[in-house]
Nanobody
Framework: QVQLVESGGGLVQAGGSLRLSCTASGSIFRINSVGWYRQAPGKQREFVAA???????NYADSVKGRFTISRDNAKNTVYLQMNSLKPEDTAIYYC??????????????WGQGTQVTVSS
């Protein structure tokens, strides 16, 4: 079983920055892509950013130029650096990843989420 734990959320003023972390633990053989998603109150969960095992990056148009995703494979950790935050970035941010366990089974796991609140 693979567990994901997010951290780094909080309350910040518009224009400020936060860095989210997502750390995977468990019987991990290989992590493929890792993505960040967010869900604002009353809205559906939406894609924010993703990074593949080879380092390819993908961003939602709404965060391009402001957010940066990166990964530290040695630590099984992915980061989301969020700059120039806007009130509309307020949401619960979730981390998602897929890969192979030590038992050669495929996993797809979600974290519990971390709250990001941006005040105007």
């Amino acid at each position: 079983q693979v567990q994901l734990v997010e951290s780094g959320g909080g309350l910040v003023q518009a224009g400020g920055s936060l860095r989210l972390s997502c750390t995977a633990s468990g019987s991990i053989f290989r992590i493929n892509s890792v993505g960040w998603y967010r869900q604002a109150p009353g809205k559906q969960r939406e894609f924010v950013a993703a990074i593949t095992s080879t380092g390819n990056l993908n961003y939602a148009d709404s965060v391009k130029g402001r957010f940066t995703i990166s990964r530290d494979n040695a630590k099984n950790t992915v980061y989301l650096q969020m700059n120039s935050l806007k009130p509309e970035d307020t949401a619960i941010y979730y981390c998602n990843t897929d890969g192979l366990t030590d038992l050669n089974t495929i996993f797809n796991s979600w974290g519990q989420g971390t709250q990001v609140t941006v005040s105007s």
